[in-house]
């Protein structure tokens, strides 16, 4: 249900992107200390997990243990492009923070740019706290720019530590707060079919970021905020509007192998098209099951004939989340994943 997540473990990466995610964009857990560079987050308004949806989730492990390695990412150069355009979007109530650093996370954030979000960072637990006071965890040199709740919060058993502050200190860490999202002046973060997230030549994202380490695997000329400076590291590879319309079939095309579409529409509510092409005739199943394996619908279980085939499925029993539907025919098996939004 993540974009990305890290279960233990310090593999480095460089040049992701999260686009139109369901639950979190980021997620570290269980000791992961890997270093990241030049990440992307975007977040359509609609699409948001019952969870709670965040740019950063980060835990420790579920408990919130000083087991070691204790989960202490290094991150440069991320923009995390929250729902809200304006303050005023209307956008899905399960949307939450940019950051939720919790359960003793020791994160290591630098040159981060966060747009558009209904809360900017929230410190959650006395071990991520004493790391952050200790030091051993922080966000260095970075920008929030639009927050229509709160910048930062922390939750209240943490005594007298005042995030706010904490964050906008010259003599730690030089963030910067700014009101709206439009603050930021970035091209066109928020089109979700073409984002454009390289700051205008007046944004306060091109100055005041830190120089990332020189180790071999950092590029220590990023010293600006957030995941761009005057490249779009995203062109020519990147694809942020799939065709994912079905078109006529051509009936004279002789049908060579199974195959399993993508349905439409998706994301759903409540129901959804999935069409599959037999080369021969078969015995059929098609299945529907949940994130964690239990078959939730089964829609063919007979024997079909050669062709295109289309079935609707109706989920209007069903809560939102991720579903996986599996073709089985012949010897064949395929599976694809699908959003019920409601």
Same mark, same amino acid.
């Given at each position: 249900d993540d974009s990305f997540e890290w279960f233990g473990g310090n593999v480095n990466c460089k040049y992701l992107i999260a686009h139109r995610g369901w639950d979190d964009d980021f997620d570290t857990d269980f000791g992961y200390s890997g270093?990241?560079?030049?990440?992307?987050?975007?977040r359509d308004? &609609?699409?948001?997990d019952v969870s709670g949806s965040h740019?950063? &989730?980060s835990d420790n492990d579920g408990s919130g243990s000083s087991n070691q390695p204790l989960t202490s990412p290094e991150w440069w150069n991320v923009t995390l492009i929250g729902p809200l355009a304006t303050n005023q979007t209307v956008i899905n109530s399960n949307f939450r923070r940019a950051m939720h650093l919790r359960r003793n996370s020791q994160n290591k954030i630098n040159n981060t740019l966060?747009?558009?979000?209904?809360?900017?960072?929230?410190?959650?637990g006395t071990g991520t706290i004493n790391g952050v006071v200790n030091g051993t965890c922080y966000i260095k040199n970075s920008i929030l720019a639009g927050y229509r709740d709160k910048s930062l919060d922390t939750t209240r058993s943490n005594g007298t530590f005042d995030p706010i502050t904490w964050f906008q200190s010259g003599a730690n860490n030089n963030g910067r707060i700014f009101t709206t999202s439009a603050d930021a002046q970035l091209n066109d973060a928020f089109n979700l079919n073409s984002p454009n997230a390289l700051p205008g030549v007046n944004s306060p994202a091109l100055t005041g970021g830190a120089t990332p380490p020189n180790d071999g695997f950092f590029d220590a000329t990023a010293t600006y905020v957030g995941a761009f400076g005057s490249v779009n590291w995203t062109a020519g590879w990147s694809n942020f509007?799939? @065709?994912?319309s079905i078109g006529d079939d051509n009936s004279a095309e002789v049908i060579t192998s199974y195959a399993l579409g993508q349905n439409y529409p998706n994301p759903f509510n409540p129901s959804t098209n999935i069409r599959f092409t037999l080369p021969e005739s078969a015995n059929v199943k098609l299945s529907v099951f949940n994130t964690l394996g239990e078959k939730v619908a089964e829609l063919v279980n007979s024997t079909m004939d050669a062709g295109v085939h289309e079935v609707n499925f109706n989920a209007a029993g069903l809560s939102s989340g991720l579903y996986i539907y599996r073709? &089985?025919?012949?010897?064949? @098996?395929l599976s694809r994943k699908m959003n019920l939004l409601k």
């Open positions: 270093k990241l560079q030049f990440l992307l987050g975007v308004p &609609e699409i948001a740019g950063f &989730e966060m747009v558009g979000w209904p809360v900017g960072v929230l410190f959650d509007s799939p @065709v994912t073709l &089985e025919a012949g010897n064949v @098996v």
